[in-house]
């Protein structure tokens, strides 16, 4: 299909036109053509498309939430703010389902690729046959840029072996600079740039903080960008870490929050909700749903309880704001374009849900909560004033994601209910909509950005990319409500389904039936013909406070088969509640390496390598091997961080070795000689006890195969070190031990490492209750 400007875009790459000049026996009867490379359609304008993480419909100020937005709230002055925008209720397949214009399970991401199964809906492979909305645009002549968070790229092509074509760079952006993964640590991220590990140019006691650089890093791509053709269109896909987990603020923005949120959260809760209602933003006659019975009341809790709580919601808010404050020096970059007026700003205030992750009581270690070792209040409450500093890794306590979600029932994860799927979405685009701020109430999701950033570009979605048939998009174009906030409605049916929890909506009705619990996930209660199926219109019932299944068996019913229909048509099945089952699933190994390897060997260069590509050491006897050529005092090999690892290196000239056990036991085994001049073998080997997971056993630490330390190791980590990685001659990102700064790189000269790994020390339903614990993680 020819557009209107000639060019063939259904078909991707678009194909190079015809030579125009002539071509005679030499130059002087010849006459030059120059093939130019495809460009937009005339008037296409700039697409900056952002998406917060893990931020509910009732926590930003722009939405009658407590958190001051100013930057969100200047662009919504200029823009649209629509009240009934719907995400799938959790990160992965939001971003899949925003990045495709598919429904989640239609482009391979059911759910997150650490829960990843081998059937087409759930791999969290994109297929070719859902080019993303990158590609489309790089084809047609756009500029395009991602910034911040990819759960896109599956975890098992996440290593230096790829592939790649599931990175950014392979799925249509020219540029990436950001994180691979759920989440990342604030100060001291794991970075790529396109496909190459880096490392941050500061310290965070230099400074440095992840939303500073990605601020940083997009606002100098589109100036240069502009620079260089300021003709030519760009697409910024700005998607930072925040506000999802380890929630890390800066002190001086932590302090701003300081004691306003000791009213609690139901009364938090209470203001958010009258503040919609006075806004606009929740229509008149909206009720605020009451609080849950797995939810405590304020009230309920001790003195020293809410003190603590209070704080963590505190250093929340400084964090959700900072993220405000740093995401506004990029729109202001932007107004400062050639051709900011032709710019189409879509603002996606959250992913999913508020995330109640954090379990009852919040934690300043989240890496441990997830392993099943539960928080101890009095250690958490003795640190009270560390929370958010760059040794803590917080998430708040449940409480505050309820309160977050106002005035919605249930939290992420839950795609069953609004808590988990409703999310404000903001747009502004100068030369094309006379925004004043007001309320836009169609239904609309995730899966309609990208056929409306196509609509507004004048460019169709392509038949073809790279000669592979493309799926049909699932969104529709919002456009027509640009102009009209009574436009027809755009989408009058979508489904919802996230671990079994599922709604159907249909032309103003909604069925749904939860099925399991985001803290819960050893909980896997099958049987899902026992789910109590609820009813809401949603056109009287703004919030799904009035439970119609009752009144209207019939309607239910009706909604019910219209699910089923959406099951078949998009592939959700099968279904699978499976939480702790699904992570011991196998998953391919990185590279297509042997699964039952047990011999590894790294070499100096070796690092940044994600922590499920490096050699497993968990529940097991192993022996690491280092051959030093030249003996100097540095890391010789690390992996994992602050919050969980262990760490082999030489100080002062003596072989040192440190176990982290989330930071509330340390054990260090350290040579009382210096190592010899020359060539050496250092060896620490490590015997374990047996019986399960996360036990204890023997550590010897030799040198040339004399013995110069021995020690006691009384629990091990059982699950995952956490968020950083694997490396050889220095350790990245944040220490494993205290006693150095990282990266402390060794000043000698590393021959290789081999590591050894003995029998798994678990059988099979030892391991299954390990990765229970694993993914549970709460204080249940």
């Not at 304008?45 to 893990?54: F, G, H, R, S």
């Not at 599931?166 to 740039?193: A, C, K, M, S």
């Not at 839950?414 to 836009?440: E, K, Y």
């Not at 060997?601 to 499920?612: D, F, H, K, Q, S």
Request: proline letters at 8%.
């Amino acid at each position: 299909m020819a557009s209107n400007d000639g060019l063939d875009r259904a078909r991707l790459p678009i194909p190079d036109p015809p030579f125009t000049g002539t071509v005679g026996r030499s130059y002087l009867e010849s006459e030059e053509a120059w093939l130019a490379p495809p460009a937009p359609p005339p008037g296409a304008p700039n697409v900056v498309l952002i998406v917060l993480d893990d931020v509910g419909f009732g926590q930003v100020g722009t939405f009658g939430g407590p958190v001051p937005t100013p930057a969100l709230d200047r662009l919504a002055a200029r823009g649209l703010k629509y009240n009934r925008f719907h995400t799938t209720s959790i990160c992965g397949p939001s971003r899949a389902a925003l990045l495709t214009g598919r429904n989640h399970h239609n482009c391979g991401s059911g759910f997150l690729a650490e829960w990843a199964t081998g059937f087409p809906s759930y791999t969290t492979m994109i297929p070719k046959t859902t080019a993303t909305i990158g590609r489309i645009l790089k084809d047609n002549g756009y500029n395009t840029a991602w910034f911040g968070k990819n759960h896109n790229t599956p975890d098992w092509e996440s290593s230096v072996v790829g592939p790649f074509d599931r990175w950014p760079t392979g799925l249509g952006f020219d540029y990436f600079y950001g994180f691979i993964g759920g989440e990342t640590h604030q100060y001291y991220p794991v970075l790529y740039e396109n496909t190459r590990a880096v490392e941050p140019d500061r310290t965070p006691e230099q400074g440095y903080h992840l939303n500073i650089d990605l601020a940083d890093r997009a606002i100098g791509w589109m100036r240069y960008s502009k620079s260089v053709n300021p003709d030519k269109p760009v697409f910024t896909y700005f998607a930072p870490g925040a506000a999802h987990a380890p929630h890390h603020a800066p002190q001086e923005w932590r302090e701003r929050f300081r004691g306003q949120f000791d009213q609690g959260w139901d009364v938090v809760r209470e203001e958010t909700y009258q503040r919609q209602l006075a806004m606009g933003v929740i229509p008149d006659g909206a009720e605020n749903t009451p609080r849950p019975e797995w939810c405590p009341a304020w009230d309920s809790l001790t003195a020293d309880e809410r003190r603590l709580y209070a704080r963590f919601m505190e250093n929340y808010a400084g964090f959700l704001a900072f993220t405000d404050h740093e995401i506004g020096r990029v729109l202001d970059a932007v107004a400062e374009l050639p051709d900011a007026d032709n710019t189409l700003v879509m603002y996606v205030v959250g992913d999913n849900g508020a995330s109640s992750e954090g379990g009852l009581t919040g934690t300043i270690n989240e890496i441990m909560n997830l392993n099943g070792i539960p928080s101890d209040f009095d250690e958490t409450l003795a640190r009270i004033d560390e929370i958010g500093e760059p040794h803590t890794e917080p998430h708040y306590p449940l409480g505050w994601a309820w309160a977050g979600n106002a005035p919605f029932q249930w939290v992420k994860q839950i795609a069953s209910h609004l808590g988990g799927t409703r999310n404000p979405l903001v747009v502004s685009w100068p030369a094309r909509i006379d925004g004043d701020g007001s309320v836009r109430s169609q239904f609309t999701h995730l899966i309609d950005l990208v056929p409306t950033i196509l609509d507004a570009a004048g460019i169709p979605a392509p038949d073809t990319v790279d000669g592979i048939d493309q799926k049909p998009m699932d969104g529709v174009s919002i456009q027509s409500t640009f102009d009209d906030s009574d436009a027809t409605p755009v989408r009058e049916r979508q489904y919802f389904e996230i671990f079994s929890n599922r709604a159907i909506y249909d032309k103003g009705w909604i069925a749904c039936a939860q099925h399991t619990f985001p803290w819960r996930q050893d909980y896997a209660p099958g049987h899902w013909e026992n789910d109590r199926w609820e009813l809401y219109n949603l056109d009287d019932d703004f919030s799904e406070n009035h439970d119609r299944a009752a009144e209207h068996p019939d309607k239910l019913a009706e909604l019910q088969e219209i699910f089923e229909q959406e099951c078949q048509r998009y592939g959700v099945y099968p279904l699978d509640d499976r939480g702790a089952e699904r992570l011991v699933t196998p998953k391919p190994p990185p590279g297509g390496a042997d699964p039952a390897r047990r011999h590894f060997t790294y070499y100096p260069g070796a690092v940044r390598l994600p922590e499920t590509a490096a050699a497993n050491t968990k529940n097991r006897s192993h022996r690491i091997t280092v051959l030093i050529d030249e003996p100097g005092d540095g890391v010789l090999v690390a992996c994992g961080g602050g919050s969980a690892g262990y760490v082999l290196y030489v100080d002062e000239g003596r072989p040192v070795y440190h176990y982290n056990w989330f930071g509330r036991e340390r054990t260090m085994l350290r040579s009382d000689s210096p190592l010899p001049d020359g060539t050496s073998i250092v060896e620490f080997e490590f015997l374990y006890d047996g019986g399960g997971a996360g036990r204890g056993g023997d550590a010897v630490l030799t040198v040339d195969g004399r013995e110069v330390a021995r020690d006691r190791i009384e629990r091990t980590v059982a699950g995952r070190f956490g968020i950083d990685t694997f490396g050889v001659g220095r350790d990245t990102g944040s220490p494993v031990s205290g006693d150095y700064t990282a990266p402390f790189a060794f000043t000698g000269s590393i021959g290789r490492v081999d590591i050894e790994l003995g029998e798994p020390g678990l059988d099979p339903d030892e391991e299954a209750a390990l990765h229970a614990r694993f993914s549970s993680g709460k204080d249940y």
